[in-house]
């Protein structure tokens, strides 16, 4: 097999993790530059991450980091974004969630989607006085 025959029996990556969002990007998320700003993909991950620590926590947790995170694609007006998560880790009071964002094309709405990005987040469980509580 040449090479160009192996890339193209190779199957298509797909999402990890269980769906926790889907927006769509429109025209007041756009940077300068007209591309959907950076931040609002991130915001958007943060809060979709929070679905399974919340879960596993059986409470109220807080961002406390993001390691890894890298664009892959642009993510343009019109494009529906789709938000997938899953827990990695657990400790005493945290947990780590990897977090991925993939893209439908406006243009290309019947293609196959698109990772744009991802990143593992850490969330830590918090009481009612914003401490670090244990998980259950």
């Known amino acids: 097999m040449t090479e160009s025959q192996t890339e193209a029996a190779a199957p298509p990556e797909l ?8 927006l769509i990007a429109m025209p007041a998320d756009t940077n300068p530059e007209g591309d959907i700003f950076g931040g ?3 915001a958007h ?11 596993r926590a059986q409470g109220r947790c807080v ?16 494009d529906e974004v789709s938000i ?13 969630v990897q977090v991925e964002a993939w893209k439908r094309s406006r243009n290309q709405a019947s293609a ?14 918090i009481d009612e ?7 259950p």
């Not at 999402?15 to 889907?22: D, L, M, S, Y």
């Open 15 to 22: 999402p990890q993790g269980h769906p926790v969002g889907r």
């Open 63 to 78: 961002t406390i980091a993001l390691d890894g995170m890298i664009f892959l694609q642009p993510v343009a007006v019109g």
């Open 84 to 96: 997938y998560a899953r827990v990695l880790k657990t400790g005493r009071t945290s947990i780590r």
């Open 45 to 55: 991950m943060d809060l979709a991450g929070a679905t399974p620590a919340f879960e």
């Open 40 to 42: 609002w993909l991130l």
């Open 129 to 135: 006085e914003r401490r670090p509580r244990p998980l």
């Open 112 to 125: 196959a989607p698109v990772k744009v990005t991802e990143g593992v987040f850490t969330y830590v469980a």
